[in-house]
């Protein structure tokens, strides 16, 4: 059972350019989301998604798009990186529900110069 | 306005004895509470959780403590061991919301000295 898998595990990318995080669960959850930890901090949800079709914002969506075409998929797009979205992006899906706890993926660490 | 706070960014304590990690928050909607474990390059993993009907949940060595007025909860461990040495995350949700759609507080770094 992989559960939530991310990849790459690691990205440099050039100011300006653009490039897709992956994620991908195998336990048929309803609810995925994208976080980025900086240094020192917390997680920060960027997108989220209650299912297949349905996305929405979090609390730092600028600069990023996602999409839900599938129950398995939810790949998060940079569509211009910049400097500040260096960081650590996490993925994670649940079942949906007030006490169903989050299953992260280990992470793609990017780095924009 | 940081809604979940971890005043303290890292303890230290000896092996066999008891680790207690704090957890403020301020926004009275959140009736969900669950503490995170993570590890140098990889993703946090679940650890406890506790609603807000309760005041303690226990797993093993592992209790959560809320107190509700304080809108303050604690992580107990006991006995520490030094695999516990991880960083801490506390999040917390609203029953309108989805757990997964927690707001986290920035962490606290446990280490277990053998």
């Known amino acids: 059972n992989a559960g939530v898998t991310q990849t790459p595990k690691f990205q440099v990318l050039k100011t300006g350019q653009s490039m897709t995080l992956q994620c991908a669960q195998d336990?048929?959850?309803?609810?995925m989301s994208w976080y980025r930890q900086d240094p020192g901090m917390g997680l920060r949800l960027i997108h989220y998604?209650?299912?297949?079709?349905?996305?929405d914002q979090g609390e730092v969506p600028n600069g990023y798009n996602v999409s839900r075409s599938t129950t398995e998929d939810f790949p998060l797009r940079l569509l211009s990186a910049a400097p500040s979205q260096t960081s650590v992006y996490f993925c994670a899906s649940s079942y949906r529900g007030n006490n169903s706890p989050l299953h992260f993926g280990n992470g793609t660490r990017l780095t924009v110069t | 306005d940081q809604q979940v706070k971890q005043n303290s960014p890292s303890l230290s304590v000896q092996e066999g004895r008891i680790s207690i990690l704090n957890c403020d928050y301020t926004n009275s909607m959140f009736d969900y509470f669950l503490w995170y474990k993570k590890y140098p390059a990889e993703g946090p993993t679940f650890l406890i959780s506790i609603s807000s009907i309760k005041d303690k949940n226990e797993d093993g060595r592992f209790t959560v403590f809320l107190n509700k007025s304080a809108k303050h909860l604690s992580l107990h461990i006991v006995p520490s061991q030094p695999g516990d040495s991880a960083v801490y995350f506390c999040a917390a949700s609203a029953v309108s919301t989805n757990a997964g759609k927690s707001t986290f507080g920035d962490g606290t770094t446990l280490t277990v000295k053998p």
């Open positions: 998604s209650v299912g297949a079709g349905i996305t």
């Open positions: 336990m048929n959850h309803e609810y």
